[in-house]
């Protein structure tokens, strides 16, 4: 045997490279070598969205805050796949039979949005997103008009915080901790504008990025950064 042959016969096999598990609200790297039976916790079901809410409809968690609701770990467990889950973002209220929608009418005034059930539940639409309320005629003689309403910006409430709690960031795609003595301008991350769902699109209309996979969807980056809010709504 040559001196090249026992070389070649005593090198070590190269190690199968990591992949990443597709199921949702896993995301872990893993090996066909290194990948036991309970090692994966994922979500089997798909998320579901309602007047604000978030919620997995397996497992019943849910929350207002969308990277809290990310953040909810996985209900159940297996081993990790490479296949992505045939899931898709449903209405908390999809068991019952949805009554038709009137046509949407429109004027020279806009669109009108009110038959939108996207529109209603304070989602962005993307037919009436940028289409303004028609608004209410006013009579020019003061005859027979309703009060009209001041808008008044109600005063922040002043709170005491220690700069040394640990606190959660509520910016959307933050749900980082932190304390308020290391917060600056650019300590935050975030998305600032709303999650856009519309037909099988799911993204942020700040950045205007939209996938049609939910995964997808929470692996997109934050476009902006700014100081972290534990306060957010």
Not at 128 to 147: F, I, L, M, R, Y
Not at 176 to 203: I, L, M, Q, S, W
Request: glycine share 6%.
């Amino acid at each position: 045997m040559s001196a090249e042959t026992e070389k070649s016969a005593a090198a070590p096999a190269p190690a199968p490279a990591p992949m990443r598990c597709q199921r949702i609200g896993c995301d872990a790297m893993f090996t066909d070598d290194d990948n036991p039976d309970g090692s994966c916790h994922y979500h089997p079901s798909g998320p579901m969205f309602h007047d604000g809410m978030k919620e997995w409809s397996c497992c019943k968690q849910r929350s207002h805050d969308f990277s809290l609701f990310l953040a909810i770990p996985g209900c159940a467990t297996g081993k990790h796949t490479t296949e992505k889950p045939v899931t898709k973002a449903v209405s908390l209220n999809s068991k019952a039979t949805p009554p038709k929608l009137a046509p949407i009418q429109s004027s020279k005034q806009g669109v009108e949005t009110e038959a939108c059930s996207r529109c209603r539940q304070g989602f962005f639409c993307s037919d009436h997103g940028s289409q303004p309320k028609a608004q209410k005629p006013v009579a020019v003689n003061g005859t027979n008009t309703e009060p009209v309403e001041k808008c008044s910006v109600p005063q922040p409430k002043k709170k005491v915080v220690n700069i040394n709690e640990p606190r959660v960031c509520k910016n959307k795609g933050c749900g980082k901790t932190y304390k308020e003595k290391d917060n600056h301008d650019a300590a935050c991350e975030y998305h600032p504008g709303p999650a856009v769902f519309h037909d099988r699109n799911r993204g942020w209309k700040c950045c205007d990025v939209h996938v049609k996979e939910f995964d997808e969807f929470m692996e997109i980056p934050p476009c902006t950064k700014g100081w972290h809010n534990a306060d957010a709504v």
